[in-house]
């Protein structure tokens, strides 16, 4: 299964969540690649990566066409690799502009390795870009992180309506996994006004459970490790832990 965690919006938790989720699931038992597109290379950051280890990554794959076992680092925790990004992702949309199937060349890539995972979690750009549009070409599911603010709330609206264009525009199916609430001060009416807003209008599309602000998920990415292996008994680790299970549990319905 491939999901993408998409959101064009900055500070929704999207890489923390990608992060997590997937170290979650490698914990389930389920032999799991973390694919960071982003320029930034967060994804492969968190998890203790230096930026002179980061090439080659997702760039030379995307765009030079170096394949994928050349790319994955092996082993970043137990039944986990991951692909890097770097700032080369940046010029995809440039670099790719005039390439015939440029929406194609992630899940290319992706194939050639699909028979050694059981899930793959894509770590999406902060953008609707070519790369996003890649990572839903390419995908199964996709799971929007979303912090409960109202311009949060309104740039839902907006990126499923993008998400509906793309996937009728270029005739791919992802599924909508769910909407994670994250960042959440449960004792913030502000943020108890929106997520109950969020789960009026998208019902059973929002997970059960939410992630809510935890110093412990800010420290983690510092030591390179995932809150499983950083805080275990920390409340952002319970969260993601319950999410995980969320996650299958959808994903087999």
């Known amino acids: 299964m491939i999901v993408a965690v998409i959101n064009n919006k900055g500070g929704t938790a999207k890489t923390t969540s990608s992060v997590n989720l997937a170290a979650g699931l490698a914990r389930q038992g389920y032999k799991t690649l ?93 953008s609707l870009s070519l790369l996003s549009v890649n990572a839903l070409v390419a995908s199964d599911y ?49 943020a108890r006004q929106v997520m109950q807003r969020i789960r009026q209008e998208y019902g059973e599309y929002v997970f059960q459970d939410y992630v809510r602000q935890d110093v412990r998920l800010l420290e983690a990415p510092e030591a390179g490790r995932s809150i499983f292996d950083y805080a275990p008994r920390s409340n952002g680790a319970m969260a993601y832990t319950r999410t995980v299970k969320e996650l299958l549990a959808r994903s087999q319905q």
Do not use: F
């Open 34 to 126: 973390l694919v960071d597109l982003d320029s930034q290379a967060s994804a492969a950051l968190s998890l203790g990566m230096s930026r002179e280890e980061l090439n080659p990554g997702m760039s030379e794959a995307i765009m030079d066409g170096m394949p994928m076992e050349e790319v994955i680092r092996s082993r970043i925790s137990a039944g986990l690799d991951i692909a890097p990004g770097g700032m080369d992702l940046a010029n995809t949309d440039l670099n790719l502009a005039d390439i015939p199937g440029r929406e194609k060349r992630l899940n290319i890539q992706l194939q050639r390795v699909a028979g050694s995972y059981d899930w793959m979690v894509l770590d999406c750009p902060p």
């Open 142 to 190: 996709y799971l929007i992180p979303v912090k409960p603010e109202y311009l949060s709330m309104e740039g839902l609206a907006g990126l499923n309506q993008s998400v509906q264009r793309l996937k009728k525009g270029l005739r791919v199916a992802p599924t909508l996994l769910g909407i994670l609430l994250t960042i959440v001060h449960p004792s913030s009416r502000a």
